[in-house]
């Protein structure tokens, strides 16, 4: 539900802020005080296009802001935040904000995200359904119709049947059409599978074995020059003049020496072992390691002829050796299904008939359902209208049913079903019912869309209906019934309405009212929320006086 709504200079508002509440609210006001700027704010906020021109005089913009409940709505509305690029709604509140401006772009913000002027109205027409002179009306929609129909009559499980039918075909048609192709690419596409299929597995790529053979050539590769170094060291050591072992033997025999004359040289002879037995170990290792050294030019050849296989391989058909299999299995998979396209096609042409004769058997089942439902909701809505004062007004729901066709391999259907809708609608008697999209009068309009509204109040998901002109050219009983109406159905919705009538505003649950007063050299329109005296008082000023009686009236209305 809207729960608050700011306004900024836009037209004789200066800064006005609306906090709205759920169930019914009513606004109400003179001619001329400015109710017409809260529905003109509204569609600005839903997405409606900007005229420079409401801008208040002497601002270079205008704002207006939203806050929306959004706890009761469906995921699908999350989700469609989403799929807008948009952020979520945090603890159930949804963020909208529109600015005008006197030069340069206008912009638009949801959750503090800047949108698009598309974006605005898609979340629009989840959220509020207008119902006056400037339109924003769901139900005129020919798919919205048909979802209110298959809402009333619970139809949602063969609608979902004849979905899923129809993707299950569609799965199919790509299928096919992935492998419909003319001979000469025919051929040369099984050429080049079967190239790429023979080249990887021709390979026998051994992820294992590939890791491994990277390390032994490095260090095949590498042979000859770690020979040189490992025998030059063992030549330092083994030297005919000035090897180390000759440097060692000196050094030991000055120890000796030392040893002889002073015991205390003992401790430096033991080192001198020590040093003796270390060395010996060095020179063991250097010559294993020289007798394991091996110089084969001819491995080395042809470890680097199977690298380089490798790398073409990874050139060719990925980065790496496991993407190369992975491209190899799907190669596979793809030149087993062109090998055996003239079987694949017979038994995907099988498929698809058996499908179209399950989404006909689908589609003939829900427009035979929904023609059941029809006259029901027509007598539903009938009896409304009457009660609104349509005494000789006609409602009738037209359903055309189409058949399956089939273009360019497709089959041509809509995914909610065989048929389309359309509301049609007769005020007077003796003339022809028109859509309902055609009827001229906004107050006609809006009584109808309160009639259809009060019939499908629990299967409709638009939690915020605005009313506005709906008590046009209405008066006596019928404004009475117009507002039993609407407090009927803000038990579950969120009504606002614009109104003259005094029943109708006595029936809410919540009244506002809209005035104008000079502020300096300008003139400002404001609103407030009224007690239950400011709403005597303003019942009976509806009523057309002041006085007692009129304020008793007022009293009684609202005391119901």
Same mark, same amino acid.
Request: with cysteine; glycine share 8%.
């Given at each position: 539900?809207?729960?608050?709504?700011?306004?900024?200079?836009?037209?004789?508002?200066?800064?006005?802020?609306?906090?709205?509440?759920?169930?019914?609210?009513?606004?109400?006001?003179?001619?001329?005080?400015?109710?017409?700027?809260?529905?003109?704010?509204?569609?600005?906020?839903?997405?409606?296009?900007?005229?420079?021109?409401?801008?208040?005089?002497?601002?270079?913009?205008?704002?207006?802001?939203?806050?929306?409940?959004?706890?009761?709505? &469906?995921?699908?509305?999350?989700?469609?935040?989403?799929?807008?690029?948009?952020?979520?709604?945090?603890?159930?509140?949804?963020?909208?904000?529109?600015?005008?401006?006197?030069?340069?772009?206008?912009?638009?913000?949801?959750?503090?995200?800047?949108?698009?002027?598309?974006?605005?109205?898609?979340?629009?027409?989840?959220?509020?359904?207008?119902?006056?002179?400037?339109? &924003?009306?769901?139900?005129?929609?020919?798919?919205?119709?048909?979802?209110?129909?298959?809402?009333?009559?619970?139809?949602?499980?063969?609608?979902?049947?004849?979905?899923?039918?129809?993707?299950?075909?569609?799965?199919?048609?790509?299928?096919?059409?992935?492998?419909?192709?003319?001979?000469?690419?025919?051929?040369?596409?099984?050429?080049?599978?079967?190239?790429?299929?023979?080249?990887?597995?021709?390979? @026998?790529?051994?992820?294992?074995?590939?890791?491994?053979?990277?390390?032994?050539?490095?260090?095949?590769?590498?042979?000859?020059?770690?020979?040189?170094?490992?025998?030059?060291?063992?030549?330092?050591?083994?030297?005919?003049?000035?090897?180390?072992?000759?440097?060692?033997?000196?050094?030991?025999?000055?120890?000796?020496?030392?040893?002889? !004359?002073?015991?205390?040289?003992?401790?430096?002879?033991?080192?001198?072992?020590?040093?003796?037995?270390?060395?010996?170990?060095?020179?063991?290792?250097?010559?294993?390691?020289?007798?394991?050294?091996?110089?084969?030019?001819?491995?080395?050849?042809?470890?680097?002829?199977?690298?380089?296989?490798? @790398?073409?391989?990874?050139?060719?058909?990925?980065?790496? !050796?496991?993407?190369?299999?992975?491209?190899?299995?799907?190669?596979?998979?793809?030149?087993?299904?062109?090998?055996?396209?003239?079987?694949? !096609?017979?038994?995907?042409?099988?498929?698809?008939?058996?499908?179209?004769?399950?989404?006909?058997?689908?589609?003939?089942?829900?427009?035979?359902?929904?023609?059941?439902?029809?006259?029901?909701?027509?007598?539903?809505?009938?009896?409304?209208?009457?009660?609104?004062?349509?005494?000789?007004?006609?409602?009738?729901?037209?359903?055309?049913?189409?058949? !399956?066709?089939?273009?360019?391999?497709?089959?041509?259907?809509?995914?909610?079903?065989?048929?389309?809708?359309?509301?049609?609608?007769?005020?007077?008697?003796?003339?022809?019912?028109?859509?309902?999209?055609?009827?001229?009068?906004?107050?006609?309009?809006?009584?109808?869309?309160?009639?259809?509204?009060?019939?499908?109040?629990? @299967?409709?998901?638009?939690?915020?209906?605005?009313?506005?002109?709906?008590?046009?050219?209405?008066?006596?009983?019928?404004?009475?019934?117009?507002?039993?109406?609407?407090?009927?159905?803000?038990?579950?919705?969120?009504?606002?309405?614009?109104? &003259?009538?005094?029943?109708?505003?006595?029936?809410?649950?919540?009244?506002?009212?809209?005035?104008?007063?000079?502020?300096?050299?300008?003139?400002?329109?404001?609103?407030?929320?009224?007690?239950?005296?400011?709403?005597?008082?303003?019942?009976?000023?509806?009523?057309?006086?002041?006085?007692?009686?009129?304020?008793?009236?007022?009293?009684?209305?609202?005391?119901?």
């Amino acid at each position: 539900m809207l729960t608050h709504l700011r306004i900024k200079n836009l037209a004789l508002v200066t800064d006005l802020s609306l906090e709205l509440r759920s169930g019914f609210n009513v606004i109400t006001g003179e001619t001329g005080a400015g109710k017409s700027i809260i529905m003109g704010a509204l569609n600005l906020i839903l997405g409606q296009r900007a005229d420079r021109n409401q801008i208040r005089s002497g601002a270079d913009q205008c704002v207006v802001e939203a806050v929306f409940e959004t706890n009761d709505l &469906h995921q699908d509305f999350e989700m469609m935040l989403d799929d807008l690029g948009l952020e979520p709604c945090e603890e159930g509140l949804l963020m909208l904000k529109r600015i005008i401006r006197t030069a340069g772009a206008n912009r638009q913000f949801v959750n503090g995200s800047p949108t698009s002027l598309d974006a605005l109205q898609s979340i629009g027409h989840h959220l509020v359904d207008m119902h006056g002179p400037h339109d &924003h009306q769901s139900l005129l929609d020919g798919g919205r119709q048909l979802d209110i129909l298959d809402a009333y009559g619970n139809l949602q499980s063969l609608r979902r049947a004849f979905s899923d039918c129809m993707g299950s075909l569609r799965a199919l048609e790509q299928h096919k059409a992935s492998l419909v192709i003319d001979e000469q690419t025919y051929v040369q596409r099984l050429e080049l599978l079967r190239y790429q299929v023979r080249e990887i597995e021709g390979a @026998q790529i051994d992820l294992t074995a590939a890791e491994a053979l990277e390390l032994d050539y490095d260090r095949l590769m590498n042979a000859a020059k770690l020979l040189e170094m490992a025998q030059g060291a063992l030549h330092a050591l083994n030297a005919q003049e000035g090897s180390l072992w000759d440097l060692t033997g000196n050094i030991g025999r000055f120890i000796d020496s030392l040893t002889s !004359l002073d015991p205390r040289g003992a401790e430096i002879g033991a080192m001198h072992q020590q040093m003796v037995y270390h060395i010996s170990e060095l020179e063991q290792a250097l010559s294993h390691y020289v007798d394991g050294l091996e110089l084969d030019p001819a491995m080395l050849h042809e470890m680097d002829e199977r690298l380089s296989a490798l @790398q073409s391989l990874k050139r060719k058909y990925g980065p790496t !050796l496991e993407q190369v299999l992975e491209f190899g299995r799907e190669a596979s998979s793809n030149l087993q299904d062109l090998e055996t396209l003239e079987s694949t !096609l017979a038994q995907l042409n099988a498929d698809i008939d058996q499908q179209n004769v399950a989404l006909e058997t689908a589609g003939r089942r829900l427009s035979k359902a929904r023609s059941k439902v029809i006259p029901s909701l027509n007598q539903a809505v009938r009896k409304e209208l009457n009660n609104l004062g349509f005494l000789k007004g006609r409602f009738d729901i037209q359903l055309k049913s189409s058949e !399956l066709c089939t273009k360019d391999g497709h089959t041509v259907c809509h995914s909610t079903g065989l048929d389309q809708v359309d509301f049609l609608f007769g005020p007077n008697a003796g003339e022809p019912m028109q859509s309902l999209k055609l009827i001229a009068s906004s107050g006609e309009m809006a009584r109808v869309m309160l009639a259809l509204k009060t019939v499908l109040a629990e @299967q409709d998901q638009v939690p915020v209906l605005v009313f506005d002109e709906v008590d046009a050219n209405v008066g006596g009983e019928t404004g009475n019934v117009v507002g039993q109406k609407m407090q009927e159905i803000g038990h579950c919705r969120q009504v606002i309405c614009i109104t &003259h009538l005094a029943p109708v505003a006595a029936a809410a649950s919540f009244h506002f009212l809209v005035t104008k007063k000079q502020q300096g050299q300008r003139t400002v329109s404001e609103i407030k929320a009224l007690d239950f005296d400011g709403r005597v008082t303003e019942i009976a000023r509806m009523l057309g006086s002041g006085g007692p009686e009129a304020l008793s009236h007022a009293k009684a209305m609202l005391k119901g």
